[in-house]
């Protein structure tokens, strides 16, 4: 690597020839409130500041391939991401088979969810905020990766912690109308329900078959740590955006 790019490469249980990274906010060009390594090309950051953070990205990284952007609406849909694929195009999750193309996507409290096969041969990312985790994304990617739920590893990245997500009853009633378990993702608070998108994010796989020894991460707290992350929520609604890539090497 020529160039140093802000983030960490994580241990999860996935083939070691399935990557995985997460960048954090340190050791770009964009200037505040956006500093200063903003990926997201629609937050309202210099087109020319994100251009170059994205450059780093790529020759830092030496991925094999510009990483498959989204536009992401918070939504259900998932995309297959090709080293030549078309360009944001609208979906909230991407996926991968086989070496040459990079899935990612922009988080600044969401969850974002990384997705591999056992055998190493595809992998995925979802965007999962809270709507799309309720409406199904999840779902909709472990489904386009195919094979055996039960064999798929699984990431859990940078997402706001239950102490600081704080939410209304219409959050609450749209997990836990249907899914008992996610009652204890839900804890009182003053002014609402603290909201764990770890444990929804991790009772949604379990329940679709992924062993709950094959999923890691979880932990992190982008609201409480602003030396590290973006916080849409913080920063009220004024910040950069992270990404979680995820790709196959020969």
Request: glycine share 18%; hydrophobic share 50%; charged share 15%.
């Given at each position: 690597m020529t160039t140093h790019v802000a983030g960490f490469e994580p241990h999860w249980t996935a083939p070691p020839q399935v990557r995985l990274f997460a960048t954090t906010r340190g050791g770009g060009h964009s200037q505040p409130p956006f500093d200063s390594f903003n990926l997201g090309s629609r937050v309202g950051d210099d087109p020319a500041a994100v251009a170059a953070n994205r450059a780093d990205l790529r020759v830092g990284l030496g991925l094999p391939a510009e990483p498959g952007w989204l536009e992401q609406v918070h939504g259900t849909r998932v995309t297959p991401v090709t080293s030549d694929g078309p360009d944001q195009p609208e979906a909230d999750a991407g996926i991968v088979a086989g070496t040459g193309a990079v899935a990612a996507v922009l988080t600044a409290d969401c969850l974002p969810i990384v997705l591999a096969r056992a055998d190493g041969t595809a992998?995925?990312?979802?965007?999962?905020?809270?709507?799309?985790?309720?409406?199904?994304?999840?779902?909709?990617?472990?489904?386009?990766?195919?094979?055996?739920?039960?064999?798929?590893?699984?990431?859990?990245?940078p997402a706001i912690g239950p102490e600081a997500y704080v939410v209304g009853d219409e959050v609450r009633d749209a997990f836990t109308s249907s899914a008992f378990e996610d009652l204890l993702a839900f804890q009182p608070g003053e002014a609402g329900w603290r909201a764990n998108l770890y444990l929804l994010g991790a009772n949604r796989l379990k329940r679709l078959g992924v062993e709950p020894e094959r999923i890691s991460g979880g932990g992190f707290c982008t609201y409480s740590d602003s030396q590290r992350f973006f916080s849409h929520r913080r920063d009220n609604g004024c910040t950069g955006r992270m990404a979680t890539l995820v790709w196959i090497e020969g």
């Open positions: 992998a995925g990312v979802v965007h999962a905020g809270w709507r799309g985790l309720a409406q199904g994304v999840v779902e909709e990617a472990v489904a386009t990766l195919a094979g055996d739920p039960s064999e798929l590893h699984a990431f859990l990245g």
